[in-house]
Structure formats: structure tokens, C-alpha cells
């Protein structure tokens, strides 16, 4: 079984810095991606960022130049450095890992005060 466990959320000002991480357990394949999806109150759950096994990265439009995603593979983890963060990056952001099927964190909340 796989854990996929996020941490490092909470309150920040306009154009601040956050740093979420995430750490994965259990029977894990070598090969596999993580990443970061976001819920806004009201709004679909939406990709923010992801790596794959080989490093190569993808980020959401809104997020470009601001959000920097990162893994270390010796300790199954992934996480995202935050700077420049506006009112509209308030979210639950949830972890999840891409191997034999997606695994999913619990989530945890961004809030982003103007």
C-alpha cells in the first residue's frame, strides 16, 4: 500500500513564500511522477505543477515563474517552493504520486491574505 502524506501549508501575505513538501511510503515502482493539483472553494480541482521520474517538469500557466517543483528520489519526495503567492493561489493543495494508479494526499491549506 501506498501513503502519500503532504505538509507545510498555511497562512502567508501577498507575495510571500511557502514551501510544500510531500513524502511517499509503501510499495512504490521505480518509475513513477508526482505532483501537485489544487482546490479552490467552489472551483475544480486543478494540476499546479508535476515531475516525472526523469525530472522533467510541467506547470500550470498561472503559476509559471512563480511555483518551482523538485524531487528527491532517495526519499520519495517532491516539493514545491511557492514565491510571489497572490490571494488566488488560496487552495487546498493535494500530493498525489503516478505509478500503477494515482495516489493521493490528504491535503493541505494554502491561504494566501491580500
Known amino acids: 500500500q501506498v501513503q502519500v502524506v503532504e505538509s507545510g501549508g498555511g497562512l502567508v501575505q501577498t507575495g510571500g513564500s511557502l514551501t510544500l513538501s510531500c513524502a511517499a511510503s509503501g510499495n512504490i515502482y521505480s518509475r513513477y511522477s508526482m505532483g501537485w493539483h489544487r482546490q479552490a472553494p467552489g472551483k475544480q480541482r486543478e494540476l499546479v505543477a508535476a515531475i516525472t521520474s526523469d525530472g522533467s517538469t510541467t506547470y500550470a500557466d498561472s503559476v509559471k515563474g512563480r511555483f518551482t517543483i523538485s524531487r528527491d528520489n532517495a526519499k520519495k519526495s517532491v516539493y514545491l517552493q511557492m514565491n510571489s503567492l497572490m490571494p488566488e493561489d488560496t487552495a487546498v493543495y493535494y500530493c498525489?504520486?503516478?505509478?500503477?494508479?494515482?495516489?493521493w494526499g490528504q491535503g493541505t491549506q494554502v491561504t494566501v491574505s491580500s
Open positions: 498525489y504520486l503516478r505509478s500503477d494508479r494515482v495516489y
